[in-house]
T-cell receptor
Framework: KAGVTQTPRYLIKTRGQQVTLSCSPISGHRSVSWYQQTPGQGLQFLFE???????NKGNFPGRFSGRQFSNSRSEMNVSTLELGDSALYLCASTMGAEEKLFFGSGTQLSVL | GESVGLHLPTLSVQEGDNSIINCAYSNSASDYFIWYKQESGKGPQFIID?????DKRQGQRVTVLLNKTVKHLSLQIAATQPGDSAVYFCAEKGAGGTSYGKLTFGQGTILTVHP
């Protein structure tokens, strides 16, 4: 069974641009969560989607948004990029009710 | 302003030694705890988990201990190998809707295993 797949692996953007990151969960998993990982703040929860609905959201500004499609694939978008948005963005999936999250390898975003 | 990076605790051991990584969690209402291993360039990889109604759980070469009285979690790795070198994170999760998909991670501990 394939793991969680995130694309692209690396991204370089400039301030003010927007970016969309993609995540394909493990087959059969319906819950997708997104996390931001930085050296300064560690791993922080962004949001969680289940059956195309956002069920939970972390403490990030509205520039960070996401969505989930009917096939459980998910995208997250960051608008008006800031230097501080440079981070590893991780996607994780689970069946829905279980707590154990399975993570992808992440998308490394650099904002110049 | 200038951000302050996390200064991760480090643990250096010799190959074959047993390792113990400690973690203090913050929320007494958390009912699920999990350990992840993260190698350079990869996402966190599940190691072992434990629920709050247990105080010990064993896996292959790993044991997790939970002390709810002092809100402390530990990961024991037996016969540590060079391939165990990584950053180890503990994480906690509460019950209820506000915890959907949300794990609260510790800062991490860098484990280095010397051959």
């Amino acid at each position: 069974k394939a793991g969680v797949t995130q694309t692209p692996r690396y991204l370089i953007k400039t301030r003010g641009q927007q970016v969309t990151l993609s995540c394909s969960p493990i087959s059969g998993h319906r819950s997708v969560s997104w996390y931001q990982q930085t050296p300064g703040q560690g791993l922080q929860f962004l949001f969680e989607y289940f059956s195309e609905t956002q069920r939970n959201k972390g403490n990030f500004p509205g520039r960070f948004s996401g969505r989930q499609f009917s096939n459980s694939r998910s995208e997250m978008n960051v608008s008006t990029l800031e230097l501080g948005d440079s981070a590893l963005y991780l996607c994780a999936s689970t069946m829905g009710a279980e707590e154990k999250l399975f993570f992808g390898s992440g998308t490394q975003l650099s904002v110049l | 302003g200038e951000s302050v990076g996390l200064h991760l605790p480090t643990l250096s051991v010799q190959e074959g030694d047993n390792s113990i990584i400690n973690c203090a969690y913050s929320n007494s209402a958390s009912d699920y705890f999990i350990w992840y291993k993260q190698e350079s360039g990869k996402g966190p990889q599940f190691i072992i988990d434990i629920r709050s109604n247990m105080d010990k759980r064993q896996g292959q070469r790993v044991t997790v201990l939970l002390n709810k009285t002092v809100k402390h979690l530990s990961l024991q790795i037996a016969a540590t190998q060079p391939g165990d070198s990584a950053v180890y994170f503990c994480a906690e999760k509460g019950a209820g809707g506000t915890s959907y998909g949300k794990l609260t991670f510790g800062q991490g501990t860098i484990l280095t295993v010397h051959p």
